[in-house]
């Protein structure tokens, strides 16, 4: 029993998993500014364009059955708005740190000792051998 409880400890405080509970939380709370953005500001911008914030009145009526493709509009515009926002916001804080300028991302195989390296490295870090960088 006593292993099993070191075993879960080692576990649930190790590097990788403190790391993905810090990115899960900063994110969670990156997607509620990110809506607030959308649905607080955008969302009023472009009902004061069009004149309304959304389209969920918009209904379709066949043989009694209510098709409410307004709502659907609606989380649509909503979608399209929200990835919107945040590819301007990614693209603001590459920018801002510099990571667009950064090499290639990844990783490969040495050709010589077989160990991972950069994809854009020229030279082994294990073995000290050249290697071809891969750049596209």
């Known amino acids: 029993m006593r292993t099993l409880l070191v075993s879960f400890k080692n576990f649930a ?3 990788s998993l403190v790391d993905l509970a ?10 509620t500014v990110v809506e607030s953005l959308v649905g607080d500001v955008i969302l009023p911008l472009v009902a004061a364009i069009f004149g309304a914030p959304n389209f969920d009145a918009l209904v379709l009526t066949v043989n009694g059955a209510q098709i409410r493709y307004g ?16 590819m301007l916001l990614v ?3 590459r920018r ?10 990844g990783s490969r ?11 854009d490295a ?7 051998r050249d290697v071809e960088p891969i750049v596209s």
């Open 13 to 15: 405080f190790s590097g």
């Open 22 to 31: 810090v990115g899960v939380a900063i994110g969670a709370a990156f997607a």
């Open 71 to 86: 709502a659907f509009l609606t989380a649509f515009v909503s979608f399209l708005l929200l990835a919107f926002t945040i």
């Open 91 to 93: 693209q603001a804080i």
């Open 96 to 105: 801002a740190t510099g990571r667009e300028a950064a090499g290639a991302q």
């Open 109 to 119: 195989e040495c050709d010589h000792c077989k160990s991972f390296i950069p994809v």
């Open 122 to 128: 020229s030279v082994c870090m294990f073995c000290t």
